[in-house]
């Protein structure tokens, strides 16, 4: 069960929009595809972004939305805003009753 | 509203045993349905998942560390526990307790964790 592979940086100006790759292999993400985001920020615990592949809870903003296209999934974050920078990962289900995360992407506002 | 909090020593010595309880409030973890997670963050790297309990008691464990590793349930207490015996200097990280959400659609599965407890660094050292 290796982590899934997500850039270790992105970055981009306020009010831009940006894409997280997550990719997998056919064992997880290509087989599942209801792909979890979490938000970061630093000494902080993780925070649900996205689940089940596109699905917002509660209080998320719109400006978060994911998605999926065979191996990789996406997070996209649409009207970047300086409170986004944070550090980004996804996790799927791999089968057989178990869970990977990706290695996270540190996000950067400039 | 569901809370968790994790609670256990911050120093562990090498070959000895991590012991970890999560303490939930707001809600049971007999609730039916929901698992309950570990997942754990070494300084300055990603987050790994540790394995996960569901409301019958039954385990899922990282293949990686399914070994080395017992997590438990105290229905009683509303508390569930880890446990990572022969503790090396590479289990030192930031240790979270989760509620752990699984769905299955057709034949999809998928899973998330939420809420998270604040978390808790335990360091393995001599």
């Known amino acids: 069960q290796s982590a899934l592979t997500q850039p270790a940086s992105v970055s981009g100006s306020p009010g831009q929009s940006i894409i997280i790759s997550c990719t997998g292999t056919s064992n997880d993400i290509g087989n599942f595809n209801l792909v979890s985001w979490y938000q970061q920020h630093p000494g902080k615990a993780p925070k649900l972004l996205i689940y089940?592949?596109?699905q917002r809870p509660s209080g998320v903003s719109n400006r978060f939305s994911g998605s999926k296209s065979g191996n990789t999934a996406s997070l996209t974050i649409s009207g970047l805003q300086a409170e986004d920078e944070a550090d980004y990962y996804c996790c799927s289900y791999a089968g057989s009753s178990t869970w990977v995360f990706g290695g996270g992407t540190r996000l950067t506002v400039l | 509203q569901l809370q968790l909090q994790e609670s256990g020593p911050g120093l562990v010595k090498p070959s000895e045993t991590l012991s970890l309880t999560c303490t939930v409030s707001?809600?049971?973890?007999?609730?039916?349905?929901?698992?309950w997670g570990w997942i754990r963050q070494p300084p300055g790297k990603g987050l790994e998942w540790i394995g996960s309990i569901d409301d019958r008691g039954t385990t899922y464990y990282n293949p990686s560390l399914k070994s080395r590793v017992t997590i438990s349930a105290d229905t009683s207490k509303n508390q569930f526990s880890l446990r990572l015996s022969s503790v090396t200097a590479a289990d030192t990280a930031v240790y979270y307790c989760?509620?752990?959400?699984?769905?299955?659609?057709?034949?999809?599965?998928?899973?998330?964790?939420?809420?998270w407890g604040q978390g808790t660094l335990v360091t393995v050292s001599s």
């Open positions: 989760a509620r752990h959400d699984i769905t299955m659609i057709v034949m999809d599965i998928g899973g998330w964790f939420d809420p």
């Open positions: 089940e592949g596109s």
């Open positions: 707001g809600g049971s973890i007999r609730s039916s349905g929901y698992y």
